[in-house]
């Protein structure tokens, strides 16, 4: 079955400090995609990244880098450098499926509160 | 104007009341979905509307009732809830419901609901 874990419920960091959100998924499928997703306190998750399962690059975009390891069902979400402005909750999701019977499923979400 | 809005932002109402939820999308998208996203809970797939035909149902209660009139508008009718509806109903938006499963959801900001 599919599964996304967040164990991470919330996270404090000190602004400038560098912080890692994990995410661990199970799927059986071989084809599948990840996504992380922010929602700031207005409500609204904005997406900010698509993996594919036979992607396996990291990828940086300024300070956000993702880590993303089939050996560990892991796909992690480092801020570097981190601002009170990315304070929200991430949410890791993954797909699976064909079209007609996909599944788009989400974690429970980290809450990052980085301090000034 | 922003992609996809949501009205009313907050709702509180009584276990015997009717009320109704609306989501727009101004992004030309062929897909939408409501979800709920409740306290320490995995986000909740409800409904997903493709060319305003409902393709999914996550054996959500009768109480709620989603309507389609056309792809850039969606409805969540509310009737006779309980306490443990109280949540955040989030409604999404896809280029296609086919492509929902690797491409990104649009999110609107949410609509708080407190059933009393």
């Known amino acids: 079955a599919q599964k996304v874990t967040q164990a991470q419920t919330e996270i404090s960091v000190v602004e400038k400090e560098d912080v890692t959100l994990d995410c661990v998924y199970e799927?059986?499928?071989?084809?599948?995609?990840l996504f992380w997703y922010k929602q700031p306190p207005s409500g609204e998750l904005v997406f900010l990244i698509r993996?594919?399962?036979?992607?396996?690059q990291n990828e940086i975009s300024g300070r956000y880098s993702w880590n993303f390891q089939k050996s560990t069902s892991s796909f992690n979400f480092t801020i570097t450098a981190s601002q009170v402005v990315d304070s929200a909750v991430y949410f890791c999701?993954?797909?699976?499926?064909?079209?007609?019977?996909?599944?788009?499923?989400f974690g429970t979400g980290t809450r990052l509160k980085v301090l000034a | 104007e922003t992609g996809v809005t949501q009205t009313p932002r907050h709702l509180v109402m009584g276990m015997t009341n009717k009320k109704s939820l609306k989501c727009e999308q101004h992004?030309?998208?062929?897909?939408m979905y409501w979800y709920k996203q409740s306290a320490k809970k995995p986000l909740e797939l409800m409904f997903v509307?493709?060319?305003?035909?409902?393709?999914e149902n996550n054996s959500v209660p009768s109480r709620f009732s989603p309507e389609c009139p056309n792809s850039s508008h969606l409805f969540l009718h509310l009737h006779t809830l309980q306490p443990e509806d109280s949540a955040l109903y989030l409604c999404?938006?896809?280029?296609?419901?086919?492509?929902?499963?690797?491409?990104?959801?649009?999110f609107g900001e949410g609509s708080r609901l407190t059933v009393l």
């Open positions: 992004l030309g998208h062929n897909a």
């Open positions: 509307y493709s060319l305003e035909e409902r393709v």
């Open positions: 993996r594919n399962s036979f992607d396996e």
């Open positions: 799927t059986r499928d071989t084809t599948y995609y």
């Open positions: 999404a938006s896809s280029q296609d419901w086919d492509r929902a499963h690797y491409g990104e959801l649009f």
């Open positions: 999701a993954l797909s699976e499926g064909r079209p007609g019977t996909y599944k788009y499923i």
